[in-house]
């Protein structure tokens, strides 16, 4: 039985991304170390609060020998577009929630509008990734 899930974000800051997830979404620190026997590598994870066995892995963009200059440039380049990853994440108020996040500076790409699956809205972290927060609408019993 499956019981944790993570997922990852390439990030062009670590500190930055800390900072944008823990005090302007509101995330937990799930896990920061740094492993000197591999060259200071930061394994850096957040997630929600009373969720703990979902977390987002914040990770820098590596490079060589892992991952070639032009890869690099092809990541960060899509990162730029939004393209490089997206959450998907879920309330229960989305336009208290777009009221609260926009008063701690997160700035949405996307308010929020009525659409077919609920309301919906977007913005982006301070790498380029691309966050949906919707309120969903119940979803029709067979």
Known sequence: MISYLSTQ??????????????RKLGFVVR?????????GFRWLTV??????EI????????GEPIMDDATRAKVEDLMGKGF??????????LEAEYAALTARGV??????????WGSDSSFRDPSGN???LTTPR?????
């Open 9 to 22: 974000l390439w990030v062009h800051d670590q500190d930055v991304a800390l900072d944008f997830y823990t």
């Open 31 to 39: 896990m920061d170390v740094t492993l000197p026997e591999m060259g």
């Open 47 to 52: 997630g929600p609060e009373h969720q703990p």
């Open 55 to 62: 977390s987002v892995v914040l990770m820098p963009i590596p």
């Open 84 to 93: 490089a990853g997206t959450l998907f994440l879920t309330t229960e108020d």
């Open 107 to 116: 700035e949405f790409v996307e308010k929020p509008t009525d659409e077919p």
């Open 130 to 132: 691309h966050i949906r």
């Open 138 to 142: 119940p979803l029709p019993q067979p």
